[in-house]
């Protein structure tokens, strides 16, 4: 689910569909009924009135609002279901990831009907995420092995295979007092069972763009089972990661909040340049087994909504609904409820906050789409 809330919102289907509302008046304004031919699974806008598709039908598609009846183009260059887009706005490029493994930059820049020039940016094993920070300086992937990639000082003009990156070589922090703890350690291509004798060493001369921090983070609880990384946004202020992970067994869910913790290396490749500590965290329903759901924050990144069973959670990091950096534990602690509302008539799977206005859409597996205005 995505959209400018303030003209449309758009909102993906599981089907071929794509489905436009008004946020104002909760009008259904268009079905685009074939917009893939498989599932779609992500909306992107990138400016007013251009946005883009993906679909487990290994495309993306780029529209234009004001000519809706036929895609701008079609973009091919995935082997696998497509399933998330991400926009870098200083270089106007495109970014996809996909369950092939593949991140791919699109140059939007030189498109026609035909696509646009695109090539292969980096690949890993397990991809389920992949984000950009608000400032576009950092690629965070997740993936279904428990590993939390970062890319330090984003260059996306760089195509990166295995070893031909700098890598950050380990440190853990401490376990607090509940048992949340965040690592982290240097890798190639993560994968379960990495074996340290694959790892690429770096490679003298390289140029610090693109440095690569893998990290494992623990979840409260989860000490001694792996977890699966399944959703995974980013602060809008870029102050920490918002994730939702299931342990292997699939038995629990958690939603953690990481905050960045960021300092220059003592000496180069020995520490991390920036480590993730465990800061608030809350266990979900574990209702809907198999299906990720899409948690967000909200604009001004004080509120996390949270899809819970036949509903959604409105989450704080304290009663008085403050600021993150106004907020931080000495210990890990849990997110507060704000307010629980239940309004589907099946699991909620996506949530999304409006940019614009104190609005927020929610949507369930049968396709239902219900917005509110939160009053408190």
């Given amino acids: 689910m995505e959209g400018r809330f303030q003209s449309v ?45 993906c679909s487990d039908d290994t495309t993306i598609a780029l529209w234009d609002l004001r000519k809706l009846n036929s895609k701008v183009c079609s973009l091919h260059g995935h082997a696998s279901w497509v399933k998330n887009i991400e926009y870098d706005t200083n270089t106007r490029l495109l970014v996809t990831s996909g369950f092939d493994g593949n991140v791919i930059t699109w140059d939007t820049n030189r498109f ?53 990156y700098r890598m950050l070589r380990a440190r853990r922090t401490p376990l607090s007092s509940d048992g949340g703890t965040s690592a982290s350690r240097s890798a190639g291509t993560p994968r379960q069972g990495n074996d340290s004798s694959k790892i690429h060493p770096p490679r003298e001369g390289l140029s610090p763009r693109n440095s690569l921090e893998v990290l494992t983070p623990e979840i409260p609880g989860e000490r001694d089972r792996g977890n699966c990384i399944t959703s995974l946004q980013l602060h809008p202020k870029g102050w920490a990661t918002l994730i939702r992970c299931s342990s292997n067994m699939d038995d629990q869910e958690w ?50 909504c949270s899809p819970y069973g036949y509903g959604v959670r409105l989450l704080a990091f304290d009663e008085n ?8 534990p000495v210990q890990t602690s849990c997110l507060r409820e704000i307010r629980s509302i239940y309004s589907h008539s099946d699991v909620v799977l996506t949530t999304k906050f409006s940019p614009t206005h104190c609005q927020l859409a929610s949507g369930c597996l049968s396709g239902r789409v219900a917005l509110y205005q939160p009053k408190f």
């Fill in 255 to 304: 939603t953690c909040v990481y905050e960045f913790q960021e300092g220059a290396p003592t000496r180069p490749l020995v520490s991390p340049r920036c480590s993730l500590r465990l800061t608030h965290y809350i266990e979900e329903a574990n209702v809907g087994r198999g299906y990720i759901k899409e948690l967000c924050f909200s604009p001004d990144g004080r509120l996390i």
């Fill in 321 to 328: 609904c403050g600021e993150l950096v106004d907020c931080l």
């Fill in 112 to 164: 026609t009907e035909d696509g646009c020039p695109h090539k292969k940016f980096f690949h890993t094993r397990y991809l389920m995420r992949m984000r950009l920070t608000p400032d576009c300086s950092k690629m965070l992937i997740s993936t279904s092995s428990g590993y939390l990639l970062i890319l330090h000082d984003l260059d996306l003009t760089q195509s990166l295979e295995v070893g031909s």
């Fill in 9 to 53: 919102l758009t909102v993906a289907c599981e089907q071929t569909e794509v489905l436009l509302f008004d946020p104002i008046s909760s009008r259904h304004i268009k079905t685009l009924t074939e917009a893939h031919e498989d599932c779609v699974n992500n909306i992107r806008f990138l400016d007013n009135r251009l946005f883009a598709t």
